[in-house]
């Protein structure tokens, strides 16, 4: 079975701080992951997504993500924190077959001035 | 190329009615995937259709809840006698296995906010 836990429900940071969300995953094969960013009242956005090639995933607005066997972890970071970087992050792992995705409960990004 | 759409965004309803949400996906996406987000959580899985097919309905409400994803036009989750339970957001993606940079990736739409009075 699939699931994802993210560490943290909150996380705030200074503007020009890095960030680091971090999401651990539990699957019964390889998997896939992603991290998709929630903006107030809006839809999901893909940030990144693994799916078992190199294992540094670079994504968008500068963000980055680890996929780590040993760990089972696939956290999440940025070296600079912007204030449009406010949002909720949802790290998400998928079925074997890409039919389901399963996400974690959330991460909510405070960024301050 | 646009992305994938849902009507309405918002939709108020008493307890009682009846909701209907609608999604169009991505040019070219055949398959489409429900979710519905219950306030402070994260997504839940609902259902998996193909053109004409549901594939997968594990999570969808045993009563009330039905999907559908005809040949022509957009996909319907309809909920019948809403109750303020079913106040979330639902949320609609998309995706085209097969085709090469897609084959794994769920697109989003913006949701339907659904709030019963």
């Known amino acids: 079975a699939q699931s994802v836990t993210q560490l943290d429900s909150h996380v705030s940071v200074s503007e020009g701080t890095p960030v680091l969300l971090r999401c651990n995953y539990s699957?019964?094969?390889?998997?896939?992951l992603f991290w998709y960013v929630q903006h107030p009242n809006k839809g999901l956005q893909l940030l990144l997504k693994?799916?078992?090639?190199?294992?540094l995933v670079k994504g968008i607005n500068g963000f980055e993500a680890e996929f780590k066997k040993s760990e089972t972890s696939f956290h999440l970071t940025k070296p600079s924190a912007h204030m449009s970087d406010a949002a909720e992050y949802f790290c998400v792992v998928s079925d074997r077959d890409f039919n389901k995705f399963y996400f974690g409960s959330g991460t909510k990004l405070n960024v301050k001035p | 190329n646009a992305g994938v759409m849902q009507n309405p965004r918002h939709l108020v309803r008493r307890r009682g009615q009846e909701a209907r949400l609608r999604c169009s996906p991505m040019k070219g996406h055949s398959h489409v995937y429900w979710y519905r987000q219950l306030p402070e959580e994260g997504l839940k899985f609902m259902v998996y259709l193909q053109k004409e097919n549901i594939i997968d309905e594990s999570g969808m409400p045993k009563e009330r809840f039905s999907a559908e994803f005809p040949k022509e036009g957009p996909s319907i989750l309809r909920i019948q006698q809403v109750v303020r339970g079913d106040s979330a957001a639902y949320f609609c993606a998309s995706s085209n296995p097969g085709t090469s940079g897609s084959t794994d990736t769920q697109y989003f739409g913006p949701g339907t906010r659904l709030t019963v009075l």
């Open positions: 693994y799916t078992s090639a190199a294992t």
């Open positions: 699957s019964s094969y390889s998997p896939s």
